[in-house]
């Protein structure tokens, strides 16, 4: 076997892992917001059932992150509640202050990783949405991947997603 060929393959292998280990970051950023907005729908919506919130909480996240959800039930509630997708979204800077930066930087590495990965290319669209929002806080730089996860690290501590790892004692 050629040794070019299989650096290059592990290479490869690497690089996908380093994506998914990316992505999974952009999750718990994403399942924070997703747990957030559900609690602050059901504050806002006492007239509407928990299952109201958390279909509206994932209508709301999936638009953020440009993302569609095929089922039926799901693709039709997001059609029929656009307008209440719309402004809960308009007001995450004003309601969700806080997770701004998160938000920011998890909608940036969403990008880089679909573009890694050859995906195509909306997620430019998802970003200038996101930046009309007043979600996306143009003049924070992009954070590089270990920034990224640290901040993921901290963030997911902070709301019990993230459990911190002790060191294993060797015998």
Request: net charge neutral; glycine share 6%.
């Amino acid at each position: 076997m050629n040794s070019d060929f299989s650096h290059e393959a592990g290479s490869q292998k690497m690089d996908r892992k380093f994506v998914q280990a990316l992505r999974e970051g952009v999750d718990v950023v994403r399942m924070i917001f997703f747990v957030r907005m559900r609690d602050h729908l059901l504050a806002s919506y006492p007239e509407k059932d928990r299952k109201f919130s958390q279909m509206l909480a994932g209508a709301i996240l999936n638009e953020l992150f440009g993302t569609k959800n095929p089922e039926k039930i799901f693709s039709a509630f997001a059609e029929n509640n656009a307008g209440l997708i719309q402004r809960e979204l308009k007001a995450v800077p004003e309601n969700f202050e806080d997770l701004l930066i998160p938000l920011t930087d998890a909608l940036r590495m969403h990008f880089l990783c679909n573009h890694y990965e050859g995906l195509p290319d909306y997620s430019l669209g998802v970003l200038a949405r996101a930046r009309d929002y007043g979600i996306l806080l143009e003049d924070r730089s992009v954070p590089l991947p270990k920034g990224f996860m640290e901040l993921v690290y901290r963030v997911g501590k902070a709301y019990g997603l993230v459990v911190p790892q002790t060191a294993s004692k060797t015998t």
